[in-house]
C-alpha cells in the first residue's frame, strides 16, 4: 500500500542515524541541508500518495481517510519546516531564554523520527494515521480482491 511506503519513508527520511563526512562533523547547517536535499529528493512518493488519495475521496467519500492521509502530509511538512528552522539557527546561544530553548528543542523533537510515545508526538501521530488509512481501506480492498475472484 502506499501509504505505508509514505510511513516508512518519512521513517528514514527523520531517522537520527546520518551519516556525516569527517570534514562536515561540526557544520551543523550542512546536516540540516543534507536532510533538506533528501526530503526534496523523495517529493515524488508524496506527490503520489496525494493523487491517490484525491481519487479515493472520489470512490470511497471517506472523511476519517482523508484526514489521515493529511496527517501523513502533515508530518512530512512540519519535518521539513523544523529541519530549515534549525539550520536557519547559525549557533546555540548559552543566554538563551528558556522558552527560545523550549521552542528549538520541540523543533528539534519534530526533526528527529524515534517513535517512542514519549519523546516523538509527530511519530506517534504518524503511525495512527497509517492505522487508520488501513483500517478504513480494508474493507474496500477485501470487496475488489472478492471481484477479481
Not at 521552542?103 to 492505522?131: C, N, S, T, V
Amino acid at each position: 500500500m502506499l501509504s505505508q511506503e509514505v510511513s516508512e519513508k518519512l521513517r528514514v527520511l527523520r531517522s537520527p542515524f546520518y551519516q556525516t563526512p569527517v570534514d562536515k562533523k561540526d557544520d551543523k547547517t550542512w546536516l540540516y541541508q543534507a536532510r533538506l536535499n533528501r526530503f526534496q529528493e523523495d517529493t515524488e512518493i508524496f506527490e503520489r500518495l496525494r493523487n491517490a488519495n484525491l481519487r479515493a475521496s472520489a470512490i470511497l467519500d471517506n472523511k476519517e481517510l482523508d484526514e489521515a492521509v493529511s496527517v501523513l502530509l502533515e508530518v512530512r511538512h512540519k519535518t521539513m519546516l523544523a529541519i530549515s528552522t534549525l539550520a536557519s539557527r547559525s549557533e546555540y546561544r548559552d543566554n538563551e531564554s528558556p522558552d527560545t530553548r523550549d521552542f528549538y528543542e520541540g523543533l528539534d523533537g519534530d526533526a528527529w523520527g524515534i517513535y517512542d510515545g514519549r519523546y516523538d508526538p509527530l511519530g506517534m501521530k504518524q503511525l495512527e494515521a497509517l492505522k487508520l488509512i488501513e483500517s478504513n481501506l480494508r474493507p474496500f480492498i477485501r470487496k475488489l480482491s472478492k471481484l477479481g475472484q
